[in-house]
């Protein structure tokens, strides 16, 4: 007669043990896959939130896209949308003839951009960066959309100023730039632009620059 059937409570017990045991196994694996996966999901939504200044994604309103395209009706050639999100502003442009593309810290948005691109026909005019805008030169654009936020946007003028062609046009949505003075608004609340000419900003910041030269030359002759 075999142990079982001397024992046979016992030889069940060491049955559903190991039932168990494999039940744990499979429990803490899926759980573990689940808490990877969400990691996975969420790390590139949050990550921006960690850094000192940050685009938090809030897509652009009908009205605010609108709003931008009228901003730059006479306007071509190129166009780059700094905190692009969904691409929505970029695919809009690109349907309005301008050769536009879009910097992004969310690799998912920025997947979803040029998804979003070829599903509507405008992949061959669009791109979608996965950047940080303050590692990129805007040098090469002559239209620039920006939607900023407060902390960011005097050292934003500095880069731009520095960057953009004297023919370039910015616009801001959502909340203006510090000391730029703008050519003109569009929209009104949560919609509104602030459209500025680099020509006329970038004049000012030489004008200040020649102002603070000549203040320097007085104070050595003294």
Sequence with gaps: ???NDLF?????????ERSSSRLGVMVTGLLGGSLLAVYALTT??????????CLPFVPATPAQVQNVLRALRARSGTLVDIGSGDGR??????RRGFQASGFELNPWLVWYSRYKA???????????H??????????QYSNVVIFGVPQMMDQLEL????ELPRCAKVVACRFPFPNWV?????????????????????SHTAEEHDVTLLKGQKMKVK
């Design 1 to 3: 007669m075999s142990e």
């Design 8 to 16: 046979p409570e016992s030889s069940g017990q060491r049955v559903t």
């Design 44 to 53: 590139p939504f949050l990550a921006p939130a960690w850094r000192k200044v």
């Design 89 to 94: 502003i970029v695919i809009a442009a690109a």
């Design 118 to 128: 070829w599903r509507e026909g405008v992949h061959h005019s669009t791109a979608f």
């Design 130 to 139: 996965i950047s940080d805008l303050w590692k990129v030169s805007f040098a």
């Design 159 to 162: 880069k731009l100023e520095k």
């Design 182 to 202: 703008p050519e003109h608004t569009a929209g009104e609340g949560i919609d509104t632009v602030w459209v500025y000419e680099a020509g006329s900003f970038k």
